[in-house]
């Protein structure tokens, strides 16, 4: 098996106003763009293999103009493969454009009908493989990275709700290469999970979406990295964005924390924790 990193993302909310009814409203908006920019920025200079984000990007569904800036975004990454599920706030349904937009960056939409291989056609550079299993279906979606060794399954929304079980009975079928799972939600109206029966699940790792506040879930396994910047009062002023290293006998977790001291400065620690997360 080969070694992997990655950085976990979710519920980043774009488009979201915080304290509408605030004067800085508009600002804060903007800092939650900022700070998600940062974030695709500093997976580019890490160089990570994935950047799973695990539902609710946008606090809608992004319309095509919006995409197109996305793609842009996201065609900094020079060697990172996006994994991106769409949550209940940015779900595949009703003709949402995110269903079959046509990313000319490395972005895999978990349930999208199509994967592309995306590389430098002059150079011969593919960029990455992405292989679409046969068993894989619109409700558990199953792609193959051969070159990474890795094996991704996830589930996107196509409604806000879902109280379908979708992820209790998910199992890798091979257990030689490190399989991920990433998906969204975890309560009674949307996706309920077993915990117990995911912990029992041969997943190296399990990417959750779908809570503002980061959660851990199984040490070492399954994490809600929470949202990136502070979008309800009640929410604490930070999150988790957690960041992997999948190896054959080992799992290391190191946790990014994003913390706002003011509305200008954004101030980035790095921990690494191996096993376990305090």
Not at 53 to 78: R, T, Y
Not at 89 to 97: E, F, K, T, Y
Not at 248 to 266: G, P, V
Request: proline share 3%; aromatic share 10%.
């Amino acid at each position: 098996m080969k070694k992997i990193t990655f950085i976990h993302i979710s519920d980043v909310l774009l488009g979201a106003l915080p304290d509408r009814e605030c004067v800085w409203s508009g600002e804060r908006k903007n800092e939650i763009y900022m700070t998600f920019e940062a974030v695709v920025a500093r997976a580019g200079e890490l160089d990570v293999d994935f950047l799973l984000v695990a539902g609710n990007l946008f606090d809608h569904q992004p319309s095509e103009e919006e995409l197109v800036w996305l793609d842009e975004i996201f065609g900094s990454l020079k060697h990172t493969v996006v994994i991106y599920a769409a949550g209940f706030q940015d779900n595949l349904g009703s003709d949402a454009p995110l269903l079959d937009y046509g990313f000319k960056s490395r972005v895999c939409v978990i349930g999208s009908p199509g994967i592309r291989q995306i590389g430098d056609k002059q150079t011969g550079d593919m960029g990455y493989t992405a292989v679409r299993d046969e068993q894989a279906t619109m409700a558990l979606d199953h792609i193959h990275f051969p070159d990474k060794d890795v094996d991704i399954y996830g589930v996107s929304y196509f409604d806000r709700k879902m109280d379908a079980r979708v992820v209790d009975d998910a199992e890798p079928q091979d257990e030689a290469v490190c399989n991920v799972l990433i998906a969204c939600g975890g309560d009674r109206r949307r996706m309920p999970v077993d915990w117990n029966r995911l912990r029992a699940s041969g997943f190296n790792y399990i990417a959750f979406g779908g809570r503002q506040k980061y959660q851990m879930k199984i040490p070492g396994k399954a994490y809600y990295s929470g949202s990136p910047e502070l979008c309800r009062e009640s929410q604490q002023a930070h999150m988790d964005i957690s960041m992997g290293k999948c190896l054959t006998e080992w799992f290391r977790l190191s946790l990014c924390l994003l913390r706002s001291e003011n509305i200008k400065e954004l101030i980035i620690r790095w921990i690494t924790i191996q096993g376990t997360v305090l």
